[in-house]
């Protein structure tokens, strides 16, 4: 069985993701620069790396942003562990439903939340 790689990923985004995406690149939220699908190194076990592939990161920052479709509310188990060990190693998390991603309110609370961030970078 093949393991999925990020292009792989970025090749399969949802409806909301391709949504978002056109929000986020292009520095288009207070310049700040978003790849998508991306692979964030977890471990290293005996040479072994091990990867989560996030929907969208900004590396000045240390900044995911996760679109939770369907598939999520089957392994709530998995993504809080994901989140605590993504966060223990110092990203911060925002989560989004894929149906809050055309809400105007989520969005304006993702700005500030990123808006929050960058002034607490400056500090």
Same mark, same amino acid.
């Given at each position: 069985?093949?393991?999925?790689?990020?292009?792989?990923?970025?090749?399969?985004?949802?409806?909301?993701?391709?949504?978002?995406?056109?929000?986020?690149?292009?520095?288009?939220?207070?310049?700040?620069?978003?790849?998508?699908?991306?692979?964030?190194?977890?471990? !290293?076990?005996?040479?072994?790396?091990?990867?989560? /592939?996030?929907?969208?990161?900004? @590396?000045? %920052? #240390?900044? &995911?942003?996760?679109?939770?479709?369907?598939?999520?509310?089957?392994?709530?188990?998995?993504?809080?562990?994901?989140?605590?060990?993504?966060?223990?190693?110092?990203?911060?998390?925002?989560?989004?439903? !894929?149906?809050?991603?055309?809400?105007?309110?989520? /969005?304006?609370?993702?700005?500030? @939340?990123? %808006? #929050?961030? &960058?002034?607490?970078?400056?500090?």
């Amino acid at each position: 069985m093949k393991t999925l790689d990020a292009r792989d990923v970025r090749k399969n985004q949802t409806s909301a993701e391709m949504l978002l995406w056109q929000m986020l690149r292009k520095r288009q939220i207070h310049g700040i620069k978003f790849l998508r699908q991306f692979k964030i190194e977890h471990s !290293n076990i005996n040479g072994k790396k091990n990867y989560f /592939i996030v929907d969208f990161y900004c @590396h000045d %920052l #240390k900044f &995911i942003i996760e679109v939770d479709g369907k598939i999520h509310s089957f392994q709530p188990d998995y993504d809080r562990d994901r989140q605590t060990i993504l966060e223990a190693v110092g990203y911060k998390i925002f989560r989004i439903k !894929n149906e809050e991603v055309e809400q105007e309110s989520i /969005i304006t609370e993702l700005k500030n @939340h990123i %808006l #929050k961030l &960058i002034q607490s970078k400056l500090k």
